[in-house]
């Protein structure tokens, strides 16, 4: 990054935090972190992860320059049409090229330009530390764990910690990113418990007034496939005797289908495999899959079906619908997302009604998707997805599954599911 570029991005850093009045980045913890990368995504519709927030802070080393799509995602955040616009809006050049003074004024001009931008950062960085009380706890010998109840699903989950030092007001206990998911607890209290209604890996936080002290990871296993119609807050698992499992597919039975093609639009099936077992990494591997969403009236009209596969750093959501709703798709691969009112998703529009084969390879930091055989989209990414902890298949409509297969990065199969 040239000199410049790494000015414009101090200048733009420090709108933010002036923006966010959060207090000093120094003092920030993973959660300013996500939840300004939520709000990023909720005032753009970009999705710029908290990882990739904290690296451009400063906060996790890394090597690599910001992606034109991250500039533009800050820019945007701030107001402006992109990137180029916020540096055209804040060049200081335009003031010399149109100010008539003598050279001495210029230099003056210019070594405003050089000061002020250092003079302000103090000045916020004060008015922070005057305007916002900032607690920092110390939390390098504090205690936080869980103790699975039982397998499967639902799974209670007991905490153990202790924040009877600790000088706060309130204090929680949060499952995951999803702040309405707390646990009230008291500072004489050294365990708390919590209930999962759903498999997947979690980041759970011991929070003290807003303060993330400690952060623990939750695994949430099943036991082997298992289906959910998805409602809140508590989803509905479906019996065995309505899961099907055999025949060369997997999908609910039309008996149990028929019980619930009357139920809102907010109604998803889902089908989920989430296992220690796996050994895969996220920059290391090949999911084949071949799905199908037969059931499209009445609000199941576009056939919304998402692949999703849960690694413990990032998540992939791959989408499919009908051509005529593509407009309406989200694709997620880790870092990078694409939102089908601003970017062209037709490719991932289909006769979904029939099998649908799907391949999605990973390595060397890009993604590469295949559906049908035919390359749909290749995107690179930076942070690091970490291992593969499950995958969901999710169908607004009578969805159905024909094979799953996963390779490593050798190519050797390591889950080969034809539910024969």
Not at 328 to 335: A, T, W
Request: proline share 3%; charged share 25%; aromatic share 12%.
């Amino acid at each position: 990054m040239s000199v410049d570029e790494a000015h414009f991005l101090e200048l733009c850093k420090t709108q933010i935090e002036n923006k966010l009045q959060w207090g000093p980045v120094a003092h920030w913890h993973n959660e300013e972190f996500e939840d300004l990368s939520a709000d990023i995504l909720d005032k753009t519709g970009i999705s710029l992860s908290h990882t990739t927030l904290k690296r451009l802070w400063g906060r996790v080393k890394y090597d690599h320059l910001p992606t034109t799509t991250t500039l533009n995602a800050l820019a945007s955040y701030l107001g402006y049409e992109n990137w180029r616009g916020f540096k055209q809006s804040s060049d200081p050049k335009k003031s010399r090229r149109t100010d008539p003074a003598s050279k001495a004024k210029k230099r003056t001009v210019r070594l405003r330009w050089i000061v002020l931008p250092a003079l302000a950062s103090v000045l916020v960085i004060w008015l922070f530390v005057t305007t916002r009380e900032v607690t920092v706890y110390d939390n390098s010998s504090m205690e936080f764990s869980g103790k699975y109840v039982s397998k499967g699903l639902p799974n209670t989950v007991i905490f153990s910690f202790d924040v009877s030092k600790i000088d706060g007001k309130e204090f929680f206990i949060q499952q995951s990113w999803d702040k309405t998911k707390r646990v009230s607890i008291s500072p004489d209290q050294q365990n708390a418990s919590t209930t999962y209604y759903l498999p997947g890996y979690f980041d759970a936080k011991l929070i003290a007034d807003e303060v993330v002290l400690k952060e623990t990871g939750i695994f949430i296993e099943t036991e082997g496939w298992m289906a959910t119609v998805n409602r809140e807050p508590v989803p509905e698992y479906v019996l065995e005797k309505d899961f099907i499992r055999t025949g060369g597919t997997m999908k609910l039975s039309d008996d149990k289908f028929e019980t619930l093609s009357g139920l809102p639009d907010t109604f998803i099936q889902g089908f989920h495999y989430y296992s220690r077992s796996f050994d895969i990494g996220g920059d290391a591997f090949t999911l084949e899959a071949s799905v199908k969403n037969g059931f499209q009236s009445g609000t199941a009209m576009c056939g919304f079906t998402n692949i999703i596969m849960q690694f413990t750093d990032g998540v992939i959501i791959l989408p499919l619908s009908i051509p005529g709703c593509v407009g309406e798709l989200s694709l997620l691969l880790f870092d990078q997302y694409f939102d089908g009112k601003k970017e062209d998703l037709s490719a991932f529009g289909c006769e979904i009604s029939g099998w649908q084969k799907v391949k999605l390879k990973s390595g060397d930091k890009k993604v590469v998707i295949h559906i049908n055989d035919r390359l749909v989209r290749e995107v690179t990414f930076h942070d690091d997805p970490g291992k593969l902890a499950g995958m969901r298949f999710n169908f607004l409509g009578a969805g159905e599954v024909d094979y799953v297969r996963l390779l490593d990065d050798a190519g050797s199969l390591v889950f080969n599911e034809n539910f024969d």
